[in-house]
């Protein structure tokens, strides 16, 4: 009796493993015409398990045995289905003919409106209901992105683009390949959250992917798509509110699948230059949901960098509704001679429009990698890729994997080293000179000489110089050394300091810091100009604006986020203030009507003491929350996002009076609520800052410990929200309350756009007011607009203390 029920377990086993054993089902989907449909749909009828064909048309499909029937389908063909019985692996070619879309039964007079209108309006009718009719999903996300060189110039900055991009010998070849599977979770209005499963990208074997879900969802019942990403005003959705304003409509024929009506519409621009898509959508009767598009925009639609970018995007019935099986990104554009073009591609598998989050499940991660996403073996891709590489991409693999592996060792990366940290002194005078040992984790930084020799009338000639010293530790975590030194040659006064930082939680943006020394510092703790900018404007224009203090201090701090989005910082501050005078009034040119001012901002004619020395014990103290934070989590660190919500920030700093002779005694409390890029739309975005603070106590304040302002008495700036364009760098500092505003709005092109002279150059209007009161400068305003492009930017500005213009004039600014 043993041995019949012995073989009848083995039978059940053998058969259970047989059901269970997955298989592979590939073949190719060509045209009619023997050419690929690239990225064409393939999934199990009546489920949301599927794939997608590469970009040649070849699919493999991982199945379980038994018997299925396969539903191919792409954009503009007939879908073809099949049944097909799976015990091993198998091979099914397709071939997909087009789809036939008549006008029969449709009445077009030539003075009627075209029926596309209607069936638009019914769509619109319906927009705000399709994009609330799933409150939640669940889904499998498979993404690759491939980026190519198809042409480049031979070199740049005299670096052979070849070998530094390692292309063939045409300048071509494969940059950035990378392919990623996560889950991805949504619910409404706006949270989601993802978990990346494995991560592979080509050449860089302990790299994560780049490739993100949320990067790929495009919602056409959102009426603005694509919003700050290829351009800062995003492009009107053709199914908008108020898309008769900016589309026509043709309807290009009607055919049925599956016993639905789907009407083919073209969608076409009103004017050239308007923020939308050109190209064809298709449109369920009766039910009006979109159930394909295949659209584009182009350059003069104002996308930045790209010439052209198509997308696809197809959709699968998911019970009553559609959800998006695949969603495909081609794009090509040329930047200073870098031809380039590529894809990104997302395959949407195994849907739950009903699933039952946990509570907390979304907490502001909006994704999570796990160390272990990319240590992923070929076999396990091999099993779980759903869309199979082109040779072009298999060989790309094998071979930048192949070179990754090598340049790990140490004896590549002694040899790369001993070339690269090669001495020389024209890229220490340029750049700063740096010696690597990845290998070991050691780092030496020595700073640039350009940026190290200065003047001004304090010091007259000076030098500044440091080192930094970078030990990386497991973890990304890493602790730095920096000693630095200072000499003035005309008042003879040599200062240094030493900096310690220890960075011990990336996850948890945790540091400790300490730094002790001496050094010569702006009177003005946010800086007035640069040491570069100061330097020029005291040799070739005799002014002289940044006025300067010594310090000798001892410091030490801390910084960790205590909870998502809530960043405390810690600081003791322990030092000797010193007020410094002018000792040297050389200049290159001698202007007639200028000279230097004196070393105290508020007697410029003569050098009177500002402050006496004096010793100061401080205490700072902050917590800085952004409401609904989103981030990233890697194992190097916790990433921010940006957030749709304000930042608020609370601060608070006391000087101690008497602890070890300290000679300060006041409480300063702050407290600033900011937030950048609120997008308006096709209106563009605005950013703004409200500052207000108060000295609960000011028995004892010198000027150093005020509470100081960000002003400007130069032409040419650094671009910052919290800049003012007109006031002075030292007279406003106070010991009392303030209240400090400052808001602008871009506009993203929105009349430049309209002028075909400025249109090529992609202008973006600007339009700002700021605002500052306190006890002895009280409703000081400034208004200015201007036109920037990138990192430079050009505005007209009226300064008004109270109701009396003061000041007008241009201000420039380049950075970022």
């Not at 191919?72 to 799976?86: D, H, L, P």
């Not at 024209?426 to 700073?447: C, E, P, Q």
């Amino acid at each position: 009796m043993k041995k019949p029920f012995l073989t009848l377990i083995l039978l059940v086993i053998t058969f259970t493993t047989a059901l269970a054993q997955q298989f592979k089902l590939s073949g190719t989907i060509k045209d009619t015409d023997g050419q690929p449909v690239s990225f064409a749909s393939v999934y199990i009828k009546n489920t949301t398990k599927g794939t997608s064909a590469n970009i040649d048309g070849f699919y493999r499909l991982a199945i379980e045995a038994g018997t299925f029937t396969i539903v191919y389908k792409a954009i503009g063909y007939k879908a073809v289905e099949r049944n097909i019985s799976i015990a091993e692996d198998a091979a099914e070619h397709i071939v997909l003919s087009p789809e036939t879309y008549t006008l029969s039964g449709v009445t077009i007079n030539a003075n009627a409106e075209d029926p596309a209108y209607a069936i638009i309006r019914q769509t619109i009718k319906q927009r705000k209901a399709h994009l609330t009719e799933v409150n939640a999903y669940t889904t499998n996300v498979y993404i690759k992105g491939v980026q190519k060189l198809v042409g480049a110039p031979k070199k740049i900055f005299g670096r052979d683009i070849q070998k530094m991009l390692d292309l063939d010998t045409n300048r071509k070849g494969i940059i950035y390949l990378s392919e990623s599977t996560s889950t991805f979770a949504f619910q409404r209005p706006d949270k989601i959250h993802e978990e990346m499963i494995s991560s592979k990208t080509s050449g860089r074997n302990n790299a994560f992917s780049f490739n993100k879900a949320s990067d790929l969802i495009i919602n056409f019942y959102e009426n603005i798509l694509l919003e700050d990403k290829l351009s800062t005003r995003g492009f009107v959705s053709p199914i908008s509110d108020n898309a008769f304003l900016y589309y026509r409509y043709k309807l290009l024929g009607v055919s049925t699948e599956n016993g639905i009506t789907v009407n083919k519409i073209q969608i076409i621009p009103r004017r050239e230059h308007d923020p939308v898509f050109r190209g064809v959508i298709y449109i369920a009767d009766d039910s009006w949901h979109l159930v394909n598009a295949e659209v584009y925009l182009s350059k003069n639609t104002g996308i930045n960098l790209l010439d052209t970018l198509h997308i696809k995007q197809q959709f699968l019935k998911v019970e009553n509704t559609y959800m998006p099986s695949n969603i495909n990104f081609q794009f090509n554009g040329n930047v200073l001679g870098f031809k380039f073009e590529g894809y990104y591609v997302g395959v949407y598998s195994n849907y739950n429009i009903q699933p039952n989050f946990p509570k907390n499940y979304f907490n502001g991660e909006i994704l999570k990698i796990s160390k272990a996403v990319n240590k992923k073996d070929s076999l396990f891709w091999l099993n779980n890729r759903p869309i199979p590489l082109t040779k072009e991409e298999s060989r790309d693999y094998i071979r930048k994997d192949s070179i990754a592996a090598l340049k790990t060792s140490k004896r590549y990366l002694d040899s790369m080293e001993r070339e690269n940290n090669k001495f020389g002194i024209v890229k220490l005078a340029a750049t700063g000179y740096t010696i690597n040992n990845r290998y070991a984790g050691k780092h030496y930084s020595f700073d640039p000489l350009y940026r190290s020799i200065l003047y001004n009338t304090v010091e007259g000639l000076a030098l500044k110089y440091g080192v930094t010293y970078k030990k990386d530790l497991e973890n990304s975590r890493y602790y730095s050394i920096r000693p630095e030194a200072r000499y003035g040659f005309s008042n003879k006064t040599l200062t240094g300091s030493l900096t310690a930082n220890y960075y011990y939680n990336p996850v948890k943006r945790a540091n400790i810091s300490i730094s002790g020394g001496s050094g010569i510092y702006d009177l003005n703790n946010f800086g007035s100009m640069s040491l570069l900018g100061n330097s020029i404007n005291s040799l070739f224009f005799e002014t002289n604006f940044s006025k300067f203090y010594k310090k000798e201090f001892i410091n030490a701090g801390t910084s960790r986020e205590l909870s998502n989005g809530l960043l405390a910082n810690l600081s003791v501050d322990y030092s000797r203030n010193t007020q410094l005078v002018n000792t040297t009034h050389f200049k290159i040119k001698d202007l007639k009507g200028e000279q230097f001012s004196s070393n105290n901002p508020f007697t410029p004619e003569t050098e009177t003491p500002l402050f006496p020395t004096y010793k100061a014990l401080t205490v700072m103290a902050s917590l800085n929350y952004t409401i609904g934070q989103s981030y990233i989590t890697r194992p190097d660190g916790k990433f921010y996002q940006a957030s749709k919500y304000p930042t608020i920030d609370l601060s608070y700093r006391k000087g101690i009076n008497e602890v070890f002779n300290s000679d300060v005694d006041y409480d300063l409390i702050a407290l600033e609520i900011s937030q950048n890029r609120m997008s308006s739309g096709l209106w563009g975005y605005s950013s703004f800052i409200i500052g207000a603070g108060k000295f609960l106590n000011h028995n004892q304040v010198f000027y150093p410990d005020a509470r100081h302002f960000r002003g400007n008495n130069s032409l040419f700036s650094v671009p910052n929200l919290r800049k003012f364009l007109f006031l002075d760098f030292y007279l406003f500092s106070t010991d009392r309350e303030y209240l400090e505003g400052h808001f602008e709005h871009n506009f993203s092109g929105l009349l430049t756009n309209k002028v075909p002279l400025l249109r090529k150059l992609k202008l973006e209007e600007v339009v700002g007011i700021s605002y500052l009161s306190q006890p002895v400068k009280r409703n000081y305003t400034e208004f200015y607009f201007g036109l920037q492009r990138l990192i430079f930017r050009v505005a007209y500005g009226f300064a008004y203390d109270g109701k009396t213009r003061v000041q007008h004039g241009f201000r420039m600014s380049y950075g970022f």
